[in-house]
């Protein structure tokens, strides 16, 4: 059950310059959830490129698409686990322990093409385990994910020992596999930010375009009555929480790729930082609304806000405590805009 916003009745006017006359993808747009986001998104540019003339260069803004690649591939998982009315807090953990995995097993002598298979299963048996301790023993996925993201950070410490784990580029297949992380495709576009905006565009379809997308939707708006016409509630939120694992998963292995090297301790706090940009994009905490574009949006505002900050030589301290009061915003204006409807 897709949440819409009414569209008000266009004023009556004549010329070409009526609102009737205006494209209705672009009256979509005007109205969507995350249209308030986007707006920030382009003041926060705006904004950008006033404080500094370096900001707008294509140069820097590669760079950020590059930053954020990781954190968004993340944030498609997450997003479905949201509009569930759940949340998955151990994603970082799991990025960890298949970026783990995955360095191990390359180190070992395993092709990169099977050690990466293997930390993308990693990331589907970590999301596996969430989901059934949430659908079948009925345990709350906060305290469920929040058990997991110290006991998946826990086995990737055990089995590393600890040690960090290097990939020297002069084992065999070594550089190949760090071009999925640090090439760039056609000589320009970051590689990793080119498998972010292929998962988000698988992101968009499977949400806005299949039955899944659809049940989704509807086990967040109300699982009752999403049971009662016959969605199968616990097959929807598990399978949310396996793409959760796999997304998580994915950019273990490319993060892993782009720096050549992991520890046990890789990714501690993503998760948060994960979760505030499905938020800033508009997915509601309680589940059964959102988008996946809402979500992109939010992790492009995140990505420029840090950028910015950095610029401006900020410290990281007053950076965490900047996004902290965003997503508290954020999650204001969400719930003042419920409380406007319930009202209406």
């Known amino acids: 059950m897709t949440l819409t916003t009414s569209t008000p009745p266009a004023p009556a006017a004549s010329g070409t310059g009526s609102a009737r006359q205006l494209p209705s993808a672009l009256r979509k747009l005007l109205h969507a959830r995350e249209a308030g986001v986007f707006a920030a998104l382009v003041l926060l540019f705006v904004l950008g490129t006033v404080l500094s003339p370096t900001f707008a260069q294509s140069d820097n803004l590669l760079s950020v698409g590059q930053q954020i690649a990781q954190i968004g591939i993340m944030a498609v998982g997450v997003t479905f686990v949201i509009l569930n009315g759940e949340i998955d807090l151990s994603v970082g953990s799991t990025y960890a322990l298949s970026a783990i995995s995955t360095g191990m097993l390359i180190s070992d002598g395993w092709s990169w093409p099977a050690a990466m298979l293997v930390g993308l299963v990693v990331g589907v048996v970590a999301g596996l ?7 079948v023993l009925g345990v709350p996925s906060f305290i469920v994910t929040l058990g997991t ?3 998946f950070r826990g086995v990737a410490l055990l089995i590393s020992d600890g040690a960090p784990i290097s990939l020297s580029s002069s084992r065999p297949g070594v550089a190949e596999f760090n ?12 590689m990793q930010f080119v498998f972010f905006a292929a998962v988000a565009a698988v992101g968009v379809v499977l949400l806005a375009r299949s039955r899944f997308g659809f049940n989704t939707y509807a086990v967040g708006g109300n699982q009752e009555a999403a049971r009662l016409v016959g969605v199968n509630v616990k097959r929807v939120k598990l399978a949310a929480f396996v793409l959760s694992g796999f997304t998580a998963g994915l950019a273990g292995v490319l993060g892993l790729s782009f ?3 992991v520890q046990g301790v890789t990714g501690q706090g993503l ?13 509601a905490l309680f589940g059964g609304s959102g988008t996946m574009w809402g979500t992109v949006i939010g992790v492009a505002f995140i990505g420029l806000l840090q950028n910015i900050l950095n610029i401006k030589g900020i410290s990281s301290f007053w950076q965490t405590v900047v996004t902290g009061l965003v997503i508290v915003a954020a999650v204001a204006a969400d719930t003042w805009q419920r409380r406007r409807k319930s009202r209406a």
């Open 179 to 190: 071009l999925l992380g640090q090439g760039r495709l056609f000589g320009v576009v970051p």
């Open 149 to 151: 993201l110290s006991v």
């Open 259 to 261: 720096l050549s090297y």
């Open 271 to 283: 998760e948060l930082t994960v979760i505030s940009a499905v938020i800033i994009g508009g997915a």
């Open 129 to 135: 385990v969430n989901g059934l301790a949430v659908v």
